[in-house]
């Protein structure tokens, strides 16, 4: 199939819907884009028509994005570009929707803070040391790897 993708820079404009579906949680927002030209003669930026679309973020982004994103934040998303048409009470009206890949804070902007989310707990082997799917052992996730030391740079200090 080939999608149409788009980039694109703006704010988001209402709160973000998140639920839980049957194939798992999707969230919803409005996102505006305003377009801004450069007017010589007042010799300073205007903005042109701003443009709204639907977001439409599944699974993990959807959660994530419920847990990061406020009304007014200035956003990047990265998305499939999806039109419809439909017919409302005689008008026929064109929608414009987003099915986000990846969205972020525009750091342009601002600053962020990233915060890797918790991953799913995967069920442990039921005898033997926790390692790697070659099978090497790593050791035990709360203490480190085998002989690696928690001193260092990153650490403290080694020696002691």
């Not at 525009?106 to 039921?126: H, I, Q, V, W």
């Amino acid at each position: 199939m080939n999608d149409t993708t788009v980039t694109l820079v703006g704010n988001v404009a209402t709160g973000v819907d998140y639920r839980e579906t049957g194939t798992g949680g999707v969230a919803r927002f409005r996102f505006a884009v305003t377009a801004r030209r450069w007017d010589r003669e007042r010799g300073l930026w205007a903005d042109g028509h701003t443009s709204f679309y639907t977001v439409w973020a599944w699974r993990q982004l959807g959660a994530n994005l419920a847990a990061s994103v406020a009304v007014g934040e200035p956003l990047v998303v990265h998305d499939r570009l999806k039109v419809r048409e439909e017919e409302r009470e005689g008008q026929r009206r064109t929608s414009v929707d987003i099915d986000a890949l990846a969205v972020g804070h525009d750091l342009t902007r601002g600053t962020s803070a990233f915060r890797r989310a918790p991953r799913a707990a995967t069920p442990k082997p039921a005898d033997g040391p926790v390692g790697d799917p070659m099978g090497d052992p790593v050791g035990d996730p709360a203490i480190g790897p085998v002989g690696v030391s928690a001193g260092g740079p990153l650490g403290g200090p080694l020696g002691d």
